[in-house]
Protein backbone atom coordinates (compact mmCIF):
# COMPACT_ATOMS: atom_id res chain seq x y z
CA UNK A 1 0.00 0.00 0.00
CA UNK A 2 0.98 3.43 -0.95
CA UNK A 3 0.32 6.54 0.58
CA UNK A 4 -2.92 8.66 -1.13
CA UNK A 5 -4.71 11.55 -1.01
CA UNK A 6 -8.49 10.27 -1.23
CA UNK A 7 -8.72 6.82 -0.35
CA UNK A 8 -13.03 6.41 0.06
CA UNK A 9 -12.87 7.96 -2.86
CA UNK A 10 -11.04 4.81 -5.15
CA UNK A 11 -13.78 4.31 -7.71
CA UNK A 12 -14.42 8.11 -8.11
CA UNK A 13 -12.79 9.33 -12.05
CA UNK A 14 -12.17 12.56 -10.22
CA UNK A 15 -9.84 10.76 -7.72
CA UNK A 16 -7.97 9.19 -10.37
CA UNK A 17 -7.47 12.40 -12.32
CA UNK A 18 -6.44 13.97 -8.48
CA UNK A 19 -3.25 11.11 -9.12
CA UNK A 20 -2.07 11.99 -13.02
CA UNK A 21 0.46 15.14 -11.86
CA UNK A 22 1.97 12.63 -9.40
CA UNK A 23 2.18 8.61 -11.34
CA UNK A 24 3.68 10.95 -14.60
CA UNK A 25 6.36 11.89 -12.68
CA UNK A 26 6.75 8.98 -11.71
CA UNK A 27 6.99 7.49 -15.11
CA UNK A 28 8.43 9.66 -16.79
CA UNK A 29 11.54 10.03 -14.24
CA UNK A 30 11.08 14.08 -14.28
CA UNK A 31 12.13 14.20 -10.76
CA UNK A 32 14.88 12.61 -9.19
CA UNK A 33 13.63 13.32 -5.63
CA UNK A 34 11.04 10.54 -4.48
CA UNK A 35 7.96 11.21 -5.02
CA UNK A 36 5.27 10.76 -2.13
CA UNK A 37 1.72 11.53 -1.74
CA UNK A 38 0.27 13.63 0.73
CA UNK A 39 0.04 12.15 4.29
CA UNK A 40 -2.84 10.39 6.10
CA UNK A 41 -4.61 8.36 2.69
CA UNK A 42 -3.73 4.99 1.17
CA UNK A 43 -3.85 4.14 -2.46
CA UNK A 44 -3.91 0.33 -3.80
CA UNK A 45 -1.47 0.52 -6.59
CA UNK A 46 -2.99 -2.95 -7.56
CA UNK A 47 -6.58 -1.30 -8.25
CA UNK A 48 -7.40 -2.04 -12.22
CA UNK A 49 -8.38 1.97 -12.21
CA UNK A 50 -5.62 3.19 -11.24
CA UNK A 51 -2.89 1.00 -13.62
CA UNK A 52 -5.41 2.04 -16.63
CA UNK A 53 -5.06 5.42 -15.80
CA UNK A 54 -1.05 4.89 -15.34
CA UNK A 55 -0.88 3.04 -19.14
CA UNK A 56 -2.88 6.25 -20.71
CA UNK A 57 -0.34 8.33 -18.84
CA UNK A 58 2.83 6.33 -20.37
CA UNK A 59 1.22 6.31 -23.28
CA UNK A 60 0.61 9.46 -23.94
CA UNK A 61 3.69 10.69 -22.99
CA UNK A 62 5.83 8.76 -25.27
CA UNK A 63 3.10 9.36 -28.31
CA UNK A 64 4.07 13.18 -27.07
CA UNK A 65 7.60 12.67 -27.12
CA UNK A 66 7.75 10.88 -30.20
CA UNK A 67 5.56 13.83 -32.38
CA UNK A 68 8.11 16.15 -30.81
CA UNK A 69 11.00 13.86 -32.17
CA UNK A 70 9.45 13.50 -35.74
CA UNK A 71 8.35 17.13 -36.03
CA UNK A 72 11.42 18.66 -35.14
CA UNK A 73 14.29 16.50 -36.80
CA UNK A 74 15.39 16.75 -40.14
CA UNK A 75 16.58 19.77 -42.50
CA UNK A 76 16.11 23.12 -41.25
CA UNK A 77 13.08 25.29 -42.56
CA UNK A 78 12.03 28.84 -43.40
CA UNK A 79 8.86 29.36 -41.77
CA UNK A 80 8.57 33.38 -42.27
CA UNK A 81 10.79 34.49 -44.74
CA UNK A 82 12.95 37.79 -44.89
CA UNK A 83 11.50 41.30 -46.31
CA UNK A 84 13.13 43.68 -47.57
CA UNK A 85 13.83 46.99 -45.04
CA UNK A 86 14.51 50.54 -45.15
CA UNK A 87 17.90 51.36 -43.52
CA UNK A 88 18.09 55.18 -43.20
CA UNK A 89 21.63 56.91 -42.87
CA UNK A 90 22.92 56.89 -39.66
CA UNK A 91 20.41 54.50 -38.06
CA UNK A 92 20.42 50.69 -37.74
CA UNK A 93 18.05 48.27 -39.80
CA UNK A 94 17.46 44.91 -39.19
CA UNK A 95 16.64 41.29 -40.79
CA UNK A 96 14.39 38.45 -39.03
CA UNK A 97 13.40 35.06 -39.94
CA UNK A 98 11.35 32.61 -38.13
CA UNK A 99 12.80 28.89 -39.08
CA UNK A 100 12.43 25.35 -37.71
CA UNK A 101 15.67 23.27 -36.96
CA UNK A 102 16.82 20.41 -34.81
CA UNK A 103 19.13 19.92 -33.95
CA UNK A 104 20.54 23.35 -33.94
CA UNK A 105 21.91 24.98 -37.04
CA UNK A 106 24.63 27.03 -38.28
CA UNK A 107 23.70 30.53 -39.56
CA UNK A 108 26.05 32.58 -41.96
CA UNK A 109 24.70 36.17 -43.37
CA UNK A 110 26.07 37.13 -46.83
CA UNK A 111 25.94 40.30 -48.41
CA UNK A 112 25.98 40.56 -52.33
CA UNK A 113 27.36 37.30 -51.62
CA UNK A 114 30.05 38.01 -49.19
CA UNK A 115 29.89 36.47 -46.00
CA UNK A 116 29.47 38.52 -43.08
CA UNK A 117 31.58 38.23 -39.85
CA UNK A 118 29.28 38.80 -36.75
CA UNK A 119 30.72 41.85 -34.97
CA UNK A 120 30.56 45.75 -34.48
CA UNK A 121 29.11 46.76 -38.08
CA UNK A 122 26.90 43.52 -38.40
CA UNK A 123 25.48 41.58 -35.69
CA UNK A 124 24.40 38.03 -35.41
CA UNK A 125 20.89 37.66 -33.48
CA UNK A 126 19.09 34.76 -31.95
CA UNK A 127 16.03 36.21 -30.48
CA UNK A 128 14.62 32.72 -29.28
CA UNK A 129 14.95 29.46 -30.34
CA UNK A 130 12.73 30.35 -33.44
CA UNK A 131 13.98 33.50 -34.94
CA UNK A 132 17.03 34.09 -36.30
CA UNK A 133 18.32 38.49 -37.34
CA UNK A 134 20.80 40.23 -38.46
CA UNK A 135 21.07 44.24 -37.47
CA UNK A 136 22.96 46.04 -40.00
CA UNK A 137 24.56 49.83 -37.89
CA UNK A 138 25.56 52.46 -38.70
CA UNK A 139 24.07 52.91 -42.10
CA UNK A 140 25.22 54.27 -45.41
CA UNK A 141 24.80 54.31 -49.03
CA UNK A 142 27.21 51.37 -48.83
CA UNK A 143 24.60 49.35 -47.12
CA UNK A 144 22.55 48.96 -50.14
CA UNK A 145 22.39 45.54 -51.24
CA UNK A 146 20.89 41.88 -51.43
CA UNK A 147 21.21 39.99 -47.77
CA UNK A 148 21.00 36.05 -47.77
CA UNK A 149 21.35 33.82 -44.70
CA UNK A 150 22.02 30.25 -44.88
CA UNK A 151 20.61 27.76 -42.60
CA UNK A 152 22.53 24.42 -42.51
CA UNK A 153 22.47 21.39 -39.61
CA UNK A 154 23.43 17.51 -40.17
CA UNK A 155 20.16 17.24 -42.21
CA UNK A 156 20.45 19.77 -44.88
CA UNK A 157 20.35 23.73 -45.27
CA UNK A 158 18.10 26.28 -46.67
CA UNK A 159 18.28 29.84 -47.07
CA UNK A 160 17.04 33.27 -47.67
CA UNK A 161 17.11 36.65 -49.58
CA UNK A 162 15.68 40.37 -48.50
CA UNK A 163 17.24 43.54 -49.90
CA UNK A 164 17.87 46.50 -47.26
CA UNK A 165 16.87 49.95 -49.40
CA UNK A 166 18.68 52.61 -47.93
CA UNK A 167 17.64 56.06 -47.75
CA UNK A 168 20.10 58.81 -47.81
CA UNK A 169 19.11 62.60 -47.64
CA UNK A 170 20.14 64.15 -50.89
CA UNK A 171 23.51 66.83 -50.34
CA UNK A 172 26.10 68.65 -52.47
CA UNK A 173 29.28 66.53 -51.25
CA UNK A 174 31.47 69.48 -52.80
CA UNK A 175 30.28 72.09 -54.57
CA UNK A 176 32.02 73.59 -58.65
CA UNK A 177 35.39 74.54 -58.49
CA UNK A 178 36.18 78.50 -59.70
CA UNK A 179 37.49 78.93 -62.85
CA UNK A 180 38.30 81.13 -65.19
CA UNK A 181 37.58 81.02 -69.42
CA UNK A 182 38.05 82.65 -72.60
CA UNK A 183 35.60 83.43 -74.64
CA UNK A 184 34.43 81.15 -77.11
CA UNK A 185 35.52 78.43 -75.42
CA UNK A 186 33.93 75.28 -73.41
CA UNK A 187 33.26 75.66 -69.53
CA UNK A 188 32.72 72.22 -67.52
CA UNK A 189 31.62 72.73 -64.39
CA UNK A 190 31.47 69.62 -61.70
CA UNK A 191 30.05 68.53 -58.41
CA UNK A 192 29.92 66.17 -56.57
CA UNK A 193 26.18 64.92 -55.15
CA UNK A 194 25.21 62.04 -53.06
CA UNK A 195 21.34 60.40 -51.81
CA UNK A 196 18.65 57.73 -51.99
CA UNK A 197 16.79 58.19 -53.86
CA UNK A 198 18.54 59.83 -56.25
CA UNK A 199 18.11 63.42 -56.17
CA UNK A 200 16.43 66.04 -58.32
CA UNK A 201 18.91 68.09 -59.54
CA UNK A 202 19.18 72.15 -60.70
CA UNK A 203 22.20 74.43 -61.84
CA UNK A 204 21.65 78.34 -60.85
CA UNK A 205 23.84 81.36 -61.78
CA UNK A 206 23.32 84.03 -59.91
CA UNK A 207 20.73 82.62 -57.44
CA UNK A 208 18.53 82.05 -60.69
CA UNK A 209 17.15 78.13 -62.44
CA UNK A 210 19.48 77.60 -65.56
CA UNK A 211 17.43 76.99 -68.48
CA UNK A 212 19.14 74.15 -70.79
CA UNK A 213 19.06 74.74 -74.00
CA UNK A 214 22.11 73.67 -77.29
CA UNK A 215 24.58 75.51 -75.72
CA UNK A 216 24.51 75.54 -71.90
CA UNK A 217 22.71 72.27 -70.33
CA UNK A 218 24.22 69.85 -67.62
CA UNK A 219 24.19 66.12 -66.99
CA UNK A 220 23.54 64.01 -64.05
CA UNK A 221 25.13 60.66 -62.67
CA UNK A 222 25.07 58.55 -59.85
CA UNK A 223 27.57 60.96 -57.95
CA UNK A 224 28.08 63.91 -59.54
CA UNK A 225 26.34 66.80 -61.83
CA UNK A 226 28.20 68.47 -64.45
CA UNK A 227 27.65 71.58 -66.14
CA UNK A 228 28.56 72.31 -70.40
CA UNK A 229 28.72 76.00 -71.69
CA UNK A 230 30.07 76.22 -74.94
CA UNK A 231 31.16 79.39 -76.73
CA UNK A 232 31.14 81.05 -73.50
CA UNK A 233 30.77 85.03 -73.63
CA UNK A 234 31.44 87.46 -71.14
CA UNK A 235 27.11 87.52 -70.18
CA UNK A 236 28.17 83.82 -68.81
CA UNK A 237 30.10 85.04 -65.87
CA UNK A 238 28.94 85.04 -62.78
CA UNK A 239 28.38 82.39 -59.62
CA UNK A 240 27.04 78.87 -60.08
CA UNK A 241 25.79 76.65 -57.58
CA UNK A 242 24.32 73.22 -57.33
CA UNK A 243 20.83 72.68 -55.69
CA UNK A 244 19.63 69.17 -54.96
CA UNK A 245 17.04 67.82 -53.13
CA UNK A 246 15.13 64.24 -52.68
CA UNK A 247 11.98 63.61 -49.79
CA UNK A 248 14.62 63.35 -47.37
CA UNK A 249 16.26 66.78 -47.63
CA UNK A 250 18.05 69.60 -49.81
CA UNK A 251 20.91 70.71 -49.95
CA UNK A 252 22.58 73.48 -51.87
CA UNK A 253 26.59 74.67 -53.08
Known sequence: MLK???????????WVLTFVTWIFKRISKMSKAKAAPPPGC?????????????IRIQASYRGHRSRKEMREKGPPKILQELKDVVLVEGSAAKLECRVSAFPDPFIIWY?????LKDGPKYRYVFEDPDFVALVVRDGVLADLGKYTVTIKNPFGQTSGSACILVEVPAKVSKGPDNIKAK???T???KAEISGEPPPDVAWLKDGDDIEEDDRVFFD???TNTILTIKNAKSSDAGKYEVFVENN?????S
Open 4 to 14: GCVGPQLTSGV
Open 42 to 54: TLNINDPQVQEAA
Open 111 to 115: KDGKE
Open 183 to 185: RGT
Open 187 to 189: VVL
Open 220 to 222: VGD
Open 248 to 252: LGTDQ
